[in-house]
C-alpha cells in the first residue's frame, strides 16, 4: 500500500469492491479508490504513471495519534461509513461519514451515552443503515438510530456477559449452499466466539 504513512491496523472494502479504507495505528486515514478499473500489472502498480487506482489521505479529522481500531462501510451504500477508535481517558470513541467519498468527508462523533472506553470493532447492519453495532472493552452495544444527532445505545450483552469483544462480524454475501447468510459474529477476550442470526 503506497503512499500510506504508519502500520495499517485496520481495513475495509465497499460491497463492490471499488473502495478500500485504511486506518492505521497512528490515526492516519486512507481512501483507495478505483480498484475496479484494474485491468493489468500496468495500471494497479500505485508507482506506475499508468496507475488509475488513487490513494487518498483524509486529512480533516485529527485522531490525535490514537489507532483507528476499525472501519464499517454501510452494504447498501459506500457513502455511510463508521470509524472506531481504541485508547483510554478520551471523549469520542466513534465516528460517522454520510458522504464518505467526497473529496473532504465530514465527521461527526456518535458517542451519545456511549462509556468512554475503547470500541474495537463495528458493523452497519446489512438490512438496516441506522442499525450500529459496536464490539467493545464491555461488551457489544447497539443502536438503531445512528443517524440522529444524539445517538442512544444500549447494552446487548445477553447470553454472553461482560466481557472484551475485539471483532464482530456479518455475514453479508449469500453464497450458495451456506447457511449463515445476515448472521452475526463476535470475537472475545476469554469468552471464545458468539453466533447470533
Known amino acids: 500500500l503506497a503512499n500510506i504513512s504508519g502500520m495499517s491496523q485496520s481495513m475495509a472494502v465497499s460491497k ?18 478505483n480498484l475496479l478499473a484494474v ?21 480533516n479529522i485529527n ?32 465516528y460517522r461519514t454520510t ?15 456511549l462509556p468512554k472506553m475503547p470500541i474495537y470493532s463495528a ?13 467493545t ?3 457489544i452495544y447497539g443502536t438503531d438510530k445512528i443517524h440522529l444527532a444524539n445517538v442512544t445505545w444500549t ?3 445477553a447470553g454472553m456477559a461482560r466481557v472484551p469483544v475485539h471483532m464482530i462480524h456479518q455475514q453479508i ?3 450458495p449452499g451456506a447457511t449463515n447468510y445476515g448472521a452475526i459474529y463476535l470475537g472475545t477476550h476469554g469468552r471464545g466466539f458468539f453466533r447470533s442470526d
Not at 458493523?123 to 464490539?135: G, L, P, Q
Open 63 to 94: 485522531f490525535n495519534g490514537r489507532a483507528i481500531t476499525s472501519i464499517a462501510v454501510d452494504p447498501q451504500n459506500s457513502e455511510h461509513v463508521i470509524i472506531t477508535l481504541g485508547n483510554y481517558r478520551n471523549n469520542v470513541y466513534i
Open 123 to 135: 458493523i452497519i447492519e446489512m438490512n438496516n443503515s441506522n442499525t450500529v453495532i459496536v464490539a
Open 39 to 59: 485491468r493489468d500489472s500496468a495500471n494497479d502498480d500505485v508507482t506506475s504513471p499508468y496507475s488509475v487506482v488513487e490513494t487518498k489521505q483524509i486529512s
Open 173 to 175: 454475501y449469500d453464497y
Open 99 to 113: 458522504n464518505a467519498l467526497d473529496s473532504v468527508p465530514t465527521w461527526n462523533s456518535k458517542q451519545g451515552n
Open 137 to 139: 472493552e464491555l461488551g
Open 16 to 33: 463492490d469492491g471499488n473502495i478500500l479504507w485504511v486506518g492505521t495505528e497512528n490515526g492516519n486515514l486512507y481512501r483507495i479508490s
Open 155 to 157: 447494552e446487548e450483552n
